[in-house]
Nanobody, 123 residues
């Protein structure tokens, strides 16, 4: 079965950087659409970035120019490089996957989810 395990979260000061990783198993990784989502306390889950099997990427406006999504198909790992972090980036970050390669950033479209990794940015 599909398994997604996130890592790399932590606490940083405003302006700092973190790199999140998502190790995938249980399916043909390269054929899936992969995404990063986040959920802050009291808020709905929102899409951050996604990459499909063709390498096409989409970013939320709030992270464009600061975050970069990438993947290693050999290692079956998804990454999110986060630079110039802001306090409003504080949230639980989730990795998600789905075989429908055309998906964008709507959380409800994705069928498989990891458990999340916490990112906290202090001012």
């Amino acid at each position: 079965q599909v398994q997604l395990v996130e890592s790399g979260g932590g606490s940083v000061q405003s302006g700092g950087s973190l790199r999140l990783s998502c190790a995938a198993s249980g399916y043909t990784y390269s054929r899936y659409c992969m995404g990063w989502f986040r959920q802050a306390p009291g808020k709905e889950r929102e899409g951050v970035a996604r990459i499909n099997k063709y390498g096409s990427t989409t970013y939320a406006d709030s992270v464009k120019g600061r975050f970069t999504i990438s993947q290693d198909n050999v290692k079956k790992t998804l990454y999110l490089q986060m630079n110039s972090l802001k306090p409003e980036d504080t949230a639980m970050y989730y990795c998600a996957a789905d075989p429908k390669w055309w998906l964008l950033l709507r959380p409800n479209d994705y069928n498989y989810w990891g458990q999340g990794t916490q990112v906290t940015v202090s001012s």
